[in-house]
């Protein structure tokens, strides 16, 4: 059973830095893809991007130039970093096993619970 | 405005037949499958069908997708007091290069 688990700070100024980073347990970092996903306090999902294991990444191109998706396979971990961000990216932030790219719509089948990142000064 | 169009809300009695629509177009729906989640208030989504129509293993076969064209839609029978959730569909947009969700419906048993 793979779990995955996010850790991070919980507030950020606004125009720093967000960083996420999400364990996974169960399952080979290396022999699959991992995504982040996001979601507004009351609002709908929005996908961020993912890192494939060749460590290849896509985005989503409205985020495109704040964001970067990394992996450290030693530590089971990939992480997320978003630059000057503003009180809009006030989220619950998961992370998410990535499953069917380049054959199907890609689908999300093992989440994190979340973690929730307000931006405030 | 969400890229994939969802009714906001939906309801039905325990034990009716409850369906839930998802719009799209040729970019998204029309040219790739769709895939539903389901988000019981205060945890993180689940997925409920991949690939349009495939379950996995744990989710019972009361819930059901399908697509059309442009369209799917997900089927809930024999609603249960538990299936009070919101529901998600996405899908691939080759226009927009990303992964495109709908609005999310809030399914509610009367």
């Known amino acids: 059973q793979v779990q995955l688990q996010e850790s991070g700070p919980g507030l950020v100024k606004p125009s720093e830095t967000l960083s996420l980073t999400c364990t996974v347990s169960?399952?080979?970092?290396?022999?699959?893809?991992w995504s982040w996903i996001r979601q507004p306090p009351g609002k709908g999902l929005e996908w961020i991007g993912y890192i494939l294991n060749s460590g290849n990444t896509y985005y989503n191109p409205s985020l495109k130039s704040r964001v970067t998706i990394s992996a450290d396979t030693s530590k089971s971990q990939f992480s997320l970093k978003l630059i000057s961000v503003t009180t809009a990216d006030t989220a619950v932030y998961f992370c998410?096993?990535?499953?069917?790219?380049?054959?199907?719509?890609?689908?999300?089948?093992?989440w994190g619970q979340g973690t929730l990142v307000t931006v405030s000064s | 405005q969400s890229v994939l169009t969802q009714p906001p809300s939906a309801s039905g009695t325990p034990g009716q037949r409850v369906t839930i629509s998802c719009s799209g177009s040729?970019?998204?729906?029309?040219?790739?499958?769709v895939n539903w989640y389901q988000q019981l208030p205060g945890t993180a989504p689940k997925l409920l069908i991949y690939s349009n129509d495939q379950r996995p293993s744990e989710v019972p076969d009361r819930f059901s997708g399908s697509k059309s064209g442009t369209s799917a839609s997900l089927a809930i029978s024999g609603l249960q007091s538990e299936d009070e959730a919101d529901y998600y569909c996405?899908?691939?947009?080759?226009?927009?290069?990303?992964?495109?969700f709908g609005g999310g419906t809030k399914l509610t048993a009367l």
């Open positions: 996405a899908a691939w947009d080759d226009r927009l290069n990303s992964v495109v």
């Open positions: 998410a096993r990535v499953r069917g790219v380049w054959i199907i719509s890609p689908y999300f089948d093992y």
């Open positions: 040729s970019s998204n729906i029309g040219r790739d499958t």
């Open positions: 169960g399952g080979s970092i290396s022999d699959n893809y």
